[in-house]
């Protein structure tokens, strides 16, 4: 049995059922899960581990519900820093389908270490192309190594045409591998280290058999489903020529509007398909900067929480976000939201915000709410109901921030808003299961720099060779 003690936070923010925020507060955990949030006057005196957590705001571990981890690899690439996302990928597959399982492993701890500096306990990543002697192994090794929580997708390129030949593995290989992974790594109850989705590449990249195949095996075994959807209006164009049906038409028909199911991006989507999401309960991931990044649009978050749509955050990429910094993404998504109310005002609303409407402060994104939904949205999207809070029984995921710094400095009299407003600052502790991963600003269970060192080689070696 271990103890955790984190005490004297000067707040304490729950993201509970009534979303209590806690002056001079901390929390008590044992084995991993949280036993107590309280005042730090009401908590045990001591622990196994100790946290003082002085001048520092304590909150929900940040969920990251999109990612391409291998990526890292290819971040600012110089031919595919000024395209949209056709030409965009079409650049970076000749570098990625030669990455070696060595730079896989370097790639993901270097990106989920990123992460977890910027406040992320548990991540999901997207792979779909195996090729060169990658598996996803590679990838779920290297997260255990850093010690973080990790929801890791098999997916899979089947079909030619927008992607390399080179990227197409065969249906048969695709899924007997989903098969393997699912039985040999999915675990399943509170405070799971790490799961398994099955994500096709996109719609574009597999058959209408292929998804119907994965999506009977993930609901054979309870996993959940993945792919991207309505990221650019390219997509939208393709389907109705190819498919005669829009996107998330043609994704009913093959039973992929469901709870079980979360889609990265969304952004073309008409009111009705929002409102569908909403009734069946399928989810979507919100992903700013990479949106921004490749001209993509703008995702309707407002509508889709106003539908009660699940919504969570994702940095994506890296190569299209060229970081893998989640609380950034937190800003990204206020500041994003905000700028959709300014270019397309309410139907009926001359202005964006008539001086006259008292209601008008509800229709802009508030910190709060970004912050919602990069912890409570992120763990709903991913059908987690043991992480996005911080609530006796709950895992004991959390992170800290320095509020006596540059950063934060005039901007205290809120604290929790400054965390959003502010530049995104580095945590000083980020806490997994009770374990310590980040220790006063530094990733504690590895050497990063030394990692740092070698994939910096793998990038190199991988970019002189295309
Ligand atoms: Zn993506």
Redesign the pocket.
């Given at each position: 049995m271990t103890t955790l003690l984190a005490k004297n936070a000067t707040l304490v923010v729950t993201m509970d059922g009534e979303r209590r925020e806690l002056r001079d507060a901390g929390l008590f955990a044992r084995d991993g899960f949280i036993e107590q949030v309280a005042l730090t006057s009401e908590l045990p005196v001591s622990a196994d581990t100790v946290l003082d957590l002085r001048d520092q705001i304590l909150l929900p571990g940040l969920v990251n519900c999109?990612?391409?981890l291998d990526q890292v690899l290819t971040r600012n690439l110089p031919r595919a820093q000024n395209t949209d996302l056709f030409p965009w990928l079409r650049a970076l597959y000749p570098v990625l389908i030669r990455r070696t399982p060595d730079a896989s492993r370097t790639a993901t701890i270097i990106g989920l270490a990123e992460l977890a500096l910027s406040g992320c306990t548990t991540s999901f990543d997207?792979t779909y192309i195996f090729q060169n002697g990658c598996t996803l192994d590679d990838q779920i090794h290297a997260a255990r190594e850093l010690g973080v929580r990790f929801v890791a997708a098999r997916g899979g390129v089947s079909l030619g045409g927008l992607l390399p030949d080179t990227c197409v593995e065969k249906e048969s290989v695709i899924l007997a591998d989903s098969h393997r992974l699912i039985q040999q790594y999915h675990t399943i109850g509170c405070g799971s280290m790490l799961q398994i989705v099955l994500a096709p590449g996109s719609l574009f990249s597999v058959t209408a058999d292929m998804m119907r195949e994965s999506a009977s095996l993930a609901r054979e075994y309870g996993v959940r489903l993945h792919t991207?959807l309505c990221?650019t209006a390219d997509e939208e164009r393709y389907m109705l020529e190819h498919f005669q049906m829009r996107p998330v038409a043609y994704l009913d028909t093959l039973g992929w509007i469901a709870d079980d199911v979360w889609y990265?991006?969304a952004i073309h989507v008409n009111d009705e398909e929002i409102r569908l999401f909403g009734q069946r309960g399928t989810g979507v991931c919100h992903?700013p900067s990479?949106n921004m990044r490749l001209a993509s649009g703008i995702a309707p978050v407002k509508k889709y929480l106003e539908c009660d749509v699940k919504v969570g955050i994702?940095v994506?990429?890296s190569a299209?976000n060229d970081s893998s910094n989640l609380l950034l993404e937190v800003r990204e998504a206020l500041l994003l939201a905000r700028l959709k109310m300014g270019l397309f005002p309410p139907e009926g609303s001359k202005q964006p915000f008539p001086s006259s409407d008292p209601l008008r402060t509800r229709e802009l994104m508030t910190a709060r709410e970004a912050l919602e939904i990069a912890t409570r949205g992120g763990a709903q999207v991913l059908g987690r109901s043991d992480i996005g809070a911080l609530e006796p029984g709950k895992c004991a995921d959390f992170f800290t921030l320095d509020l006596n710094t540059v950063g934060y400095a005039g901007a205290l009299s809120d604290p929790v808003a400054a965390v959003v407003f502010c530049a995104p600052q580095h945590a000083y502790y980020t806490v997994v299961g009770g374990c310590l991963i980040v220790d006063k600003g530094e990733i504690a269970t590895l050497n990063l720099d030394s990692v740092i060192r070698e994939h910096n080689c793998h990038a190199a070696a991988l970019a002189s060779e295309v």
């Amino acid at each position: 049995m271990t103890t955790l003690l984190a005490k004297n936070a000067t707040l304490v923010v729950t993201m509970d059922g009534e979303r209590r925020e806690l002056r001079d507060a901390g929390l008590f955990a044992r084995d991993g899960f949280i036993e107590q949030v309280a005042l730090t006057s009401e908590l045990p005196v001591s622990a196994d581990t100790v946290l003082d957590l002085r001048d520092q705001i304590l909150l929900p571990g940040l969920v990251n519900c999109h990612h391409h981890l291998d990526q890292v690899l290819t971040r600012n690439l110089p031919r595919a820093q000024n395209t949209d996302l056709f030409p965009w990928l079409r650049a970076l597959y000749p570098v990625l389908i030669r990455r070696t399982p060595d730079a896989s492993r370097t790639a993901t701890i270097i990106g989920l270490a990123e992460l977890a500096l910027s406040g992320c306990t548990t991540s999901f990543d997207h792979t779909y192309i195996f090729q060169n002697g990658c598996t996803l192994d590679d990838q779920i090794h290297a997260a255990r190594e850093l010690g973080v929580r990790f929801v890791a997708a098999r997916g899979g390129v089947s079909l030619g045409g927008l992607l390399p030949d080179t990227c197409v593995e065969k249906e048969s290989v695709i899924l007997a591998d989903s098969h393997r992974l699912i039985q040999q790594y999915h675990t399943i109850g509170c405070g799971s280290m790490l799961q398994i989705v099955l994500a096709p590449g996109s719609l574009f990249s597999v058959t209408a058999d292929m998804m119907r195949e994965s999506a009977s095996l993930a609901r054979e075994y309870g996993v959940r489903l993945h792919t991207h959807l309505c990221e650019t209006a390219d997509e939208e164009r393709y389907m109705l020529e190819h498919f005669q049906m829009r996107p998330v038409a043609y994704l009913d028909t093959l039973g992929w509007i469901a709870d079980d199911v979360w889609y990265a991006h969304a952004i073309h989507v008409n009111d009705e398909e929002i409102r569908l999401f909403g009734q069946r309960g399928t989810g979507v991931c919100h992903c700013p900067s990479s949106n921004m990044r490749l001209a993509s649009g703008i995702a309707p978050v407002k509508k889709y929480l106003e539908c009660d749509v699940k919504v969570g955050i994702g940095v994506d990429g890296s190569a299209s976000n060229d970081s893998s910094n989640l609380l950034l993404e937190v800003r990204e998504a206020l500041l994003l939201a905000r700028l959709k109310m300014g270019l397309f005002p309410p139907e009926g609303s001359k202005q964006p915000f008539p001086s006259s409407d008292p209601l008008r402060t509800r229709e802009l994104m508030t910190a709060r709410e970004a912050l919602e939904i990069a912890t409570r949205g992120g763990a709903q999207v991913l059908g987690r109901s043991d992480i996005g809070a911080l609530e006796p029984g709950k895992c004991a995921d959390f992170f800290t921030l320095d509020l006596n710094t540059v950063g934060y400095a005039g901007a205290l009299s809120d604290p929790v808003a400054a965390v959003v407003f502010c530049a995104p600052q580095h945590a000083y502790y980020t806490v997994v299961g009770g374990c310590l991963i980040v220790d006063k600003g530094e990733i504690a269970t590895l050497n990063l720099d030394s990692v740092i060192r070698e994939h910096n080689c793998h990038a190199a070696a991988l970019a002189s060779e295309v």
